[in-house]
């Protein structure tokens, strides 16, 4: 299959895109709804009026270019977000963006025949790095969270994301729905680089439970207390590591125990308090289930064997999410007519499409992260191959809004 896109624009917008939001020292902060986001969202609209395409902005700020077909009805979206991880790279969330932007450029400019509408799509605040939860526009789009709890959402500094909205000129009051959701985005993760492919075909998004935990025990001196008369709550914690690596291990999960406070903190003192979050993950809703009835289990259980006292708070939880087949053997198909080596995989990070998915045929595209590093400044994809995804997507929205 010969290529459509105008691949140096393609590029060139996601070069210029990616240097908004630099701070003096280098590093690139886009939080969702600061003045760098909206920096990169008059640059968008920008484009997207340049294109041709209809400017859409909706009550949470979702922002769409909108290209009619010759039938009414909803679009085909193919969306993804601009905003930002602290010192983040260029890649995450504006490939999806950018390359829906030249899908519908050229779409328009070659006039190439669809009779859906087609619509690209930027969803505010997928990242929960400023306002929490995350993927908030997409949910809001879908009707999974409420408009009045989005725009509540307080960030550290207790501004509202509606306040915010407000402040650089993002509330809209524009409606859409969709009818079929795809997403291009860049893996960020380590398989496609490692093992040499140049497009994953995603088949799902991993879910997820996470709890903070507390071991409350006995501290007292770390010279004269002996190992058997301790109530260390950093053993129970030990303990429960190292049961729940293992569980996680054998089901073919990940279990993470990434942040952990102990008290006093001394290094004369046995421990009297630990703190720690849990964030456990799976691609298989019978195996997270699983694996989160026993993590609640060994938690208690480690605490009962050190003779500490525990105190667990559930922080989050999603379910694993599974595209529908005939979309992920579009993609693959695509893949294949253009020559592009492709695995079937599930991802590891949440996206937007994790709220579609339910609900209308939803797609996902990766191209390798070299390196497998994202949500830092080394994120780095190839071009040639960002502009391969570009392709492939426009293959799908076309064939989609023509079925
Ligand atoms: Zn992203």
């Excluded at 709890?149 to 960030?155: E, F």
């Excluded at 860049?186 to 997820?208: H, N, R, S, Y």
């Excluded at 992920?328 to 893949?335: G, P, S, T, W």
């Excluded at 609900?359 to 400044?377: E, L």
Aim: hydrophobic share 40%; net charge negative; glycine share 10%.
């Amino acid at each position: 299959m010969e290529n459509r896109l105008n691949h140096a624009r393609l590029v060139s917008s996601l070069e210029k895109l990616g240097t908004i939001g630099i701070r003096e020292d280098g590093k690139r902060y886009r939080l969702a709804l600061s003045d760098g986001d909206k920096q990169a969202r008059d640059l968008l609209c920008g484009w997207i009026k340049d294109a041709g395409l209809e400017l859409k902005i909706d009550a949470i700020g979702n922002i769409f270019g909108l290209l009619p077909g010759t039938e009414n009805g909803d679009p085909v979206i193919a969306g993804s977000h601009i905003d930002t991880v602290p010192n983040a790279g260029m890649f995450d969330g504006c490939v999806g963006v950018l390359s829906g932007l030249e899908a519908l450029r050229t779409i328009a400019e070659k006039k190439l025949p669809h009779r859906r509408p087609l619509a690209v799509a930027a969803w505010t605040n997928e990242e929960g790095s400023r306002f929490l939860p995350g993927v908030l526009g997409s949910s809001v789009f879908v009707g999974d969270v409420t408009l009045e709890k989005a725009l509540a959402a307080r960030d550290f500094s207790g501004m509202t994301a509606g306040a915010e909205l407000n402040r650089i000129g993002y509330a809209g009051t524009d409606t859409l729905k969709a009818c079929a959701y795809l997403e291009f985005h860049v893996e960020q993760g380590p398989f496609l680089d490692a093992e040499k492919i140049e497009i994953g075909v995603v088949i799902g998004i991993t879910g997820l439970s996470r709890w903070d935990v507390t071991y409350k025990g006995e501290a007292n001196h770390a010279g004269t207390t002996p190992m058997n008369l301790r109530h260390d709550p950093l053993i129970a914690a030990s303990k429960l590591h190292l049961a729940m690596s293992a569980a996680a291990a054998e089901k073919n999960a990940v279990f993470t125990i990434g942040h952990m406070e102990v008290a006093p903190g001394a290094v004369n003192v046995v421990p009297g308090t630990v703190f720690f979050t849990i964030d456990l993950r799976s691609q298989d809703r019978t195996v997270l289930d699983e694996l989160h009835a026993r993590c609640e289990a060994e938690i208690r259980r480690c605490a009962r064997e050190v003779g500490v006292e525990v105190e667990c708070v559930p922080t989050d939880h999603a379910d694993p999410v599974s595209f529908a087949p005939r979309m992920i053997e579009k993609v693959e198909r695509f893949a294949n007519l253009r020559g592009l080596s492709n695995r079937r995989m599930g991802s590891g990070a949440g996206h937007d499409a994790q709220v579609f998915a339910p609900r209308v045929p939803t797609a996902m595209i990766f191209v390798p992260s070299i390196g497998g590093k994202s949500h830092c400044p080394e994120e780095l994809s190839d071009m040639k191959l960002v502009c391969q995804g570009a392709e492939i997507l426009t293959d799908c929205l076309l064939e989609l809004a023509n079925e």
